[in-house]
């Protein structure tokens, strides 16, 4: 039957459909479900049919009638139409994976907020992006399907522009599933305009690159958990853009989905108050409340409109909250990947911290949050911290009691260079936005409420001002993280480093081993790391290929779409999956390498050696011995070689390349032990001499440039842009 026939695409992935058309696949899955249902209904009452028909409860004649019957049509409709889905999808999928592959950022026009009734002008705000350089594409379907040739003529334009410049972003917003109806394919550059010939009305090109003095304003916010941080983004996003209450009612934006309790009247009523947010990557897991995941930063990006700086950009970057309820090994872990998050920014600006007012206990993890700040960024970031303070109407606009703790907690810096004072200090009080969301879901307040909530805005509206002012005119030069040269910086720049290495030294590996086993036979394995554009996981659970290049086995990376803790491709535990920041290639060739066979041995033991200094150094500069990045890699290196042994035939390749790495990992054990035994320190400017020679390894570098390819892509896809 055709249903059997359709069980297997619909169960094949579609990556990139879910992520970046979630929704719509979502229709489809349930089509699908229901599909399912009416079948099996079918399938028991055809049986149940059968069975009367054999009891001799119905008569057989009847059958072939009761056969032909609505549900059977209306099945085979459900059939068809599945089928006429599958089709469209297949075709989409392949798009946009073509699209993607081709270095395009895929965007679905519903994803900013297009709709129809935008005017030119609206449109333009809607599609235009923080980076300098940009190319839009804007198309659908129908565009595609009725005009093909033009379409990839266009495409093909901007990959060929994009060659001359390579650092331009490309973007494919496809309006197929917004109202907007778009009547012809469009172009339109930032930076920039250019012309296009085959579009007959180019829209008017968005401004000009600007000076450097008005590069955007990146904001580091931390802050503990629960102390308000998506409210603080929501309310700060409509005090800069609103110039009051009023005109903040009738548009109220709100970037983060929120749900709160709120009481009104004499009688203190209480609402729930829910809004769904434009953002489904937010750092709030709506689905498990209270229970925290490991979330990725993500930067919201506004277009500031104030007169002084108009027209100027704000990123914020968000981040998971201080005080893990997993525990400090959590919080550590977070404040490493924020670390990582920001060494990927041109440029910081501020770092705001964001507390309650009225709290006598500050959160203990804070003062290693400082410690870590400073010794990675140097004393220099100590003048752009500032401090925000949440919900401090109560607190009548001060940092009420919280300002002792604090105080005592800077005093116990080894630097004494971060001041607390009015001027760095900003109260705020996301009352107002409260009171907005409620008057969406059309609760009613009285006048004395009504004037509370119009204060209460006057004053943090008057704040978020004064909060730019200060960045754009005290602390307007940004400092790159990525420059500073620390204790830290080095211990990220290993851990990046960690899996290049050892896949550098297995690959060195089975091409000794290849050169061993036929002295005539030319051939060695290369690898090409390949960039990837999206949170990717691998599931150790999950069943993955193996295919065979010159006489080894090689275990696929089969990827998973892995967003905030959760797998969208799998349904194994999140902890079956370890994230990855780039692919592996393997490739056959003819070209031997020019060493001798001295010399690549000096450099396996070389790698294998350095390996061992550097997780030494991550040991005596803090790190904990579980978390060895080195170990870790030995060890899944070496299940993967086993597990390969295990199931297939002819490995003796593998097997042989098992025990060469387990060799190799008892070398680097005992290096490891040796060096502790001894208590050896290895000076940091050694480390950094270190880090460099490693990167003039060229196997290791590819790795890296697709390493340091993914950060981008990361801020990137965790980026949310406040339409203007
Ligand atoms: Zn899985
Ligand atoms: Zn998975």
């Keep these: 039957m055709d249903f059997k026939k359709l069980s297997k695409p619909l169960n094949q992935d579609y990556p990139n459909l879910q992520q970046h058309l979630n929704i719509e696949f979502n229709k489809i899955q349930t089509s699908w479900n229901e599909l399912q249902a009416a079948y099996t209904n079918q399938i028991v009452r055809l049986q149940d049919l059968v069975i009367r028909a054999r009891r001799g409860d119905i008569d057989q004649n009847y059958i072939p009638d009761a056969l032909k019957d609505d549900q059977d049509k209306t099945l085979a409709k459900m059939i068809n139409d599945c089928n006429d889905y599958l089709n469209a999808w297949d075709q989409k999928e392949q798009l ?16 900013r907020n297009i709709k129809s009734g935008d005017d030119q002008q ?4 809607k599609l235009s992006t923080s980076d300098n350089r940009t190319c839009v594409i804007c198309s659908n379907d129908n565009l595609y399907k009725n005009n093909s040739s033009r379409w990839h003529s266009l495409r093909d334009q901007l990959l060929k522009q994009r060659e001359e410049d390579p650092q331009l972003q490309l973007i494919y917003v ?45 904001v580091l916010l931390l802050g503990e958990s629960g102390v308000g941080k998506s409210t603080f983004i929501n309310a700060f996003v409509n005090y800069l853009k609103f110039n009051n209450l009023q005109e903040a009612e009738k548009n109220t934006i709100v970037l983060i989905p929120v749900s709160f309790m709120m009481t009104t009247g004499d009688n203190f009523e209480e609402h729930l108050v829910k809004f769904e947010g434009k953002d489904d990557l937010s750092n709030e897991d709506h689905e498990h409340l209270g229970q925290s995941v490991t979330q990725h930063c993500k930067s919201y990006v506004f277009t500031l409109t104030d007169e002084r700086s108009r027209g100027r950009k704000l990123r914020i970057v968000d981040t998971p909250g201080i005080g893990d309820t997993r525990g400090s090994s959590q919080d550590d872990a977070n404040l490493q990947h924020i670390l990582t998050y920001i060494n990927n920014l041109t440029h910081l600006n501020a770092i705001c911290i964001l507390l309650k007012p009225n709290n006598a206990r500050l959160n203990v993890f804070f003062r290693s949050c400082f410690m870590q700040l400073i010794d990675m960024l140097s004393e220099n970031i100590c003048d752009k911290i500032i401090f925000c303070f949440t919900n401090s109407r109560p607190a009548f606009y001060t940092p009420g009691n919280t300002a002792t703790p604090l105080k005592a907690l800077l005093q116990s810096l080894p630097i004494k260079t971060i001041s607390f004072k009015q001027e760095n200090t900003f109260c705020f009080d996301s009352e107002s936005f409260r009171y907005l969301v ?15 909530y119009y204060d209460s805005w006057q004053k943090s509206s008057k704040e978020s001002g004064r909060l730019i002012a200060y960045i754009r005119t005290k602390i307007s030069t940004g400092i790159d993280p990525n420059q500073s040269y620390s204790v830290k910086q080095a211990q990220l720049k290993i851990y990046l480093m960690s899996r290049p290495i050892l896949e550098s030294m297995r690959n060195i ?13 030319k051939v060695s394995l ?11 996981a691998i599931c150790l659970k999950c069943p993955r290929e193996s295919i065979k290049i010159a006489e080894f086995w090689f275990t696929m990376d089969k990827l998973h779409v892995f967003i905030n803790n959760k797998c969208r491709t799998c349904q194994c535990d999140p902890s079956d999956h370890y994230p990855i920041d780039y692919e592996l290639v393997y490739k056959q060739t003819d070209d031997l390498s020019s060493k001798s066979e001295n010399d690549i041995m000096n450099m396996l033991n070389d790698l294998c050696k350095t390996s061992a200094e ?10 904990s011995s579980e978390h060895d990045p080195f170990l870790l890699g030995w060890k899944r290196m070496i299940q993967e070689e086993d597990d390969i042994c295990a199931k297939k035939c002819s490995y003796e ?5 098992m025990q060469e790495l387990q060799q190799l990992k008892d070398g680097y054990e005992k290096t490891k032990r040796e060096m502790a035994r001894r208590k050896e320190s290895i000076e940091l400017v050694d480390v950094y001499k270190k880090i460099e020679n490693m990167s003039k390894c060229e196997m290791i570098e590819l790795q890296m440039v697709a390493i340091r390819e993914w950060h981008k892509n990361m801020i990137i896809y965790y980026e949310y842009e406040v339409p203007t």
């Design 96 to 111: 946009i994976k073509d699209l993607v592959q081709k270095g395009f950022k895929y965007q679905n026009a519903l994803d």
């Design 122 to 125: 609206t449109l333009n705000g």
């Design 174 to 218: 496809d309006f197929s599933y917004c109202s907007y109806k778009l009547d012809d394919m469009k172009v339109f550059s930032t930076g920039e305009a250019k012309n296009y010939e085959s579009t007959p009305q180019p829209m008017s090109s968005l401004p000009l690159v600007q000076p450097k003095s008005e590069e955007i304003m990146n």
């Design 438 to 452: 409620a008057r969406r879901n059309k609760i009613v307040f009285n006048d004395i409420e009504e004037q509370e």
């Design 509 to 521: 590996l089975r091409n000794i081993i290849l050169s061993n086993v036929s002295k005539s036979r």
């Design 526 to 536: 290369k690898l090409y790391p390949k960039t990837i554009r999206s949170p990717i």
């Design 614 to 623: 550097f997780a030494h150094f991550l040991l005596e500069s803090g790190g």
């Design 653 to 657: 390749l593998n097997f042989k390349l």
